[in-house]
């Protein structure tokens, strides 16, 4: 079974999928990640997909679990590459992944990154 | 000229194979980029469920034609326990398990022809197409 590495860069996790995975590998993703979310205390996480050639139900649901588990822990999700036909293809396999930010690319998802942490709330009432 | 070939849903690592696969024939083809997405993404959920639902099975992949056109066909069959309610496995969110229950109408709204036979306590067949434009 292969294990996606995870790359750390200041408070910001950054994972790559760069092979096609099999569910048991998605699924160990999905754990060493929000353990090195709790480890590290990360504001954010980014999963680049451009390598990634189709997300199925099962890909789709551990990215909106990861999304779902880090924000509770703290941090947001961004995933970044979507290739257009794969999106196509969620949309029509029913997949909405709604609460799933996105960026076009890396450098996009940093910089909505910062963007969401200077918008953190502070008193505002 | 007809090209099939037979592959095992056992373990794992087998879905993956099987994508890698159908990716392969769809590209042979002819099937638009955004078609293989959907065939493959297909394959995958209907491996995936003879896998986890009937505890393997095996898939036939297959160039069929119609006229001039070419499509890409894929034969799914499993001993498995077989599905009760076909109309009901095929709603969106309906699972027995603990997915998304998108799979099957998922994997059906993907394909151009999609056919489910299935008998409780013998196994499930699904034969799907994709026919390049
Ligand atoms: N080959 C099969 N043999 C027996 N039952 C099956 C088979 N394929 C699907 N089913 C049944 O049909 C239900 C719906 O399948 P479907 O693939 O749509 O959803 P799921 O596998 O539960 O979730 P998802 O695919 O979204 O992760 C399954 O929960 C299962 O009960
Ligand atoms: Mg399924």
């Known amino acids: 079974m292969e294990r996606v590495p995870i790359l750390k860069l200041g408070d910001i996790l950054i994972v790559s999928i760069q092979i096609d995975l099999q569910d048991m590998s998605v699924l160990a993703l999905q754990e060493d990640l929000s353990e090195r979310v709790v480890a590290t205390g990360a504001r954010g996480v980014i999963i680049d997909i451009t390598a990634v050639e189709i997300v199925d139900s099962f ?29 196509i293809t969620l949309v029509e396999l029913g997949l909405s992944l709604g609460g799933v930010r996105t960026a076009l690319n890396l450098e996009k998802g940093v910089a909505l990154l910062n963007q969401i942490e200077n918008q953190t709330p502070t008193a505002t009432w | 000229m007809t090209t099939a070939e037979e592959l095992p849903i056992n373990v794992n690592g087998d879905v993956v194979l099987v ?25 995958s ?15 036939r992949v297959e160039v069929v034609h119609n006229g001039v056109r070419q499509g890409l066909r894929m034969t799914f069959s499993d001993n498995g326990p077989g599905i009760p309610d076909i109309e009901q496995a095929l709603t969106d969110g ?34 799907v197409t994709k026919w390049a434009r």
């Open chain 1, 59 to 87: 890909i789709g649901r551990m990215l909106a679990t990861i999304a779902a588990i880090s924000r509770m822990l703290d941090a947001e999700t961004i995933v970044v590459g979507m290739r257009p036909a794969v999106a």
């Open chain 2, 19 to 43: 994508r890698q696969r159908v990716r392969t024939v769809a590209v042979n083809v002819g099937l638009s980029l955004v078609d293989q997405t959907k065939v493959v993404t297909a394959a």
């Open chain 2, 45 to 59: 959920e209907l491996a995936r469920n003879a896998l986890v639902y009937a505890g393997g099975g095996q898939v």
């Open chain 2, 94 to 127: 309906w699972t027995t398990g603990n997915g998304l229950g998108l799979g099957l109408s998922g994997s059906r709204r993907l394909v151009d022809e999609f056919a489910l036979e299935s008998t409780p306590g013998e196994g499930t067949l699904i034969t």
